[in-house]
């Protein structure tokens, strides 16, 4: 993943003749990846990605016909559709109700930045493959347009490509709170089967091997509190947590800073 072209021969981006192929042949030109206008069985690339119903979505060969991954901008199950939403649950206490400004510095997806800004704190993102950032950005332009987004004049969390390591210390301003959500590898290899998009994400980038790095930099950043979300069976990052709070099969360690 830190080599110069990371994604040439397992990833590329996917034209099939709908709307202008312009958009299309940038984004292959800034991931350094071919544009196909189809997929053979002479195709090599087990990724694609592609604008589909207005979206740009990350396809494996499983779902080239079944529409593909994006990121999605709509409340999770059991989340109110209100703004701000109610500071309820594990994550909403492990980030602090105190808490203004949060960077999710690994933000994948961008599931818990997404949930962390619906609450009302205002959310950087950070993520370094340039992948998942471009769907990202896809995403907070999708959530731009929303009619509530527009009523209430918000604007969609910020988003920074880059390794968190390096990006956190040059923030000009320190956050209240860093968030953590890295990679763990599964508990076993004949465990149930993940979420596709967590599979996916982790076929095509792999494990965060610099955790700890990482966690340290953000330690060293944060103004208030660093969360970190882990798997249930997993240690914890930064040895023992000031607090921990439990969610379903998961918990959200919270270290506290003394600046």
């Given at each position: 993943?830190?080599?110069?072209?990371?994604?040439?021969?397992?990833?590329?981006?996917?034209?099939?003749?709908?709307?202008?192929?312009?958009?299309?042949?940038?984004?292959?030109?800034?991931?350094?990846?071919?544009?196909?206008?189809?997929?053979?069985?002479?195709?090599?690339?087990?990724?694609?990605?592609?604008?589909?119903?207005?979206?740009?979505?990350?396809?494996d060969?499983?779902?080239?016909?079944?529409?593909?991954?994006s990121?999605?901008?709509?409340?999770?199950?059991?989340?109110?559709?209100?703004?701000?939403?109610?500071?309820?649950?594990?994550?909403?206490?492990?980030?602090?109700?105190?808490?203004?400004?949060?960077?999710?510095?690994?933000?994948g997806?961008?599931?818990?930045?997404?949930?962390?800004?619906?609450?009302?704190y205002?959310?950087?993102?950070?993520?370094?493959?340039?992948?998942?950032?471009?769907?990202?950005?896809?995403?907070?332009?999708?959530?731009?347009?929303?009619?509530?987004?527009?009523?209430?004049?918000?604007q969609?969390?910020?988003?920074?490509?880059?390794?968190?390591?390096?990006l956190?210390?040059?923030?000009?301003?320190?956050?209240?709170?860093?968030?953590?959500?890295p990679?763990?590898?599964?508990?076993?290899?004949?465990?149930?089967?993940?979420?596709k998009?967590?599979?996916?994400?982790?076929?095509?980038l792999?494990?965060?091997?610099?955790?700890?790095q990482?966690?340290?930099?953000?330690?060293?950043?944060?103004?208030?509190?660093?969360?970190?979300?882990?798997?249930?069976?997993?240690?914890?990052?930064?040895?023992?947590?000031?607090?921990?709070?439990?969610?379903?099969?998961?918990?959200?360690?919270?270290?506290?800073v003394?600046?």
């Open positions: 993943m830190n080599t110069t072209q990371p994604y040439a021969g397992n990833l590329a981006v996917l034209y099939e003749g709908i709307g202008d192929s312009l958009p299309f042949q940038q984004l292959a030109d800034t991931l350094a990846v071919p544009l196909y206008h189809a997929v053979s069985a002479d195709t090599q690339e087990a990724f694609f990605l592609s604008w589909r119903e207005g979206a740009l979505k990350l396809i060969r499983e779902l080239l016909k079944k529409g593909g991954l990121v999605d901008i709509e409340p999770r199950n059991g989340e109110q559709r209100s703004w701000p939403a109610p500071k309820q649950g594990a994550l909403a206490q492990a980030i602090g109700r105190k808490t203004t400004r949060v960077v999710d510095a690994t933000a997806w961008g599931q818990d930045g997404l949930a962390i800004f619906r609450m009302g205002e959310v950087l993102c950070i993520e370094r493959s340039p992948v998942m950032a471009a769907l990202l950005a896809d995403g907070f332009n999708r959530l731009a347009q929303q009619n509530w987004m527009q009523n209430l004049q918000l969609p969390p910020k988003l920074l490509t880059g390794n968190a390591i390096a956190l210390s040059s923030l000009p301003t320190r956050p209240d709170c860093i968030y953590l959500d990679m763990f590898p599964p508990k076993r290899k004949k465990s149930a089967l993940a979420k998009s967590m599979r996916v994400l982790r076929d095509l792999g494990d965060d091997d610099d955790k700890e990482l966690f340290a930099a953000a330690l060293a950043t944060a103004n208030k509190r660093v969360v970190v979300k882990s798997p249930d069976y997993a240690e914890p990052l930064g040895g023992k947590p000031d607090v921990s709070f439990q969610g379903k099969l998961l918990r959200y360690d919270v270290y506290l003394d600046k």
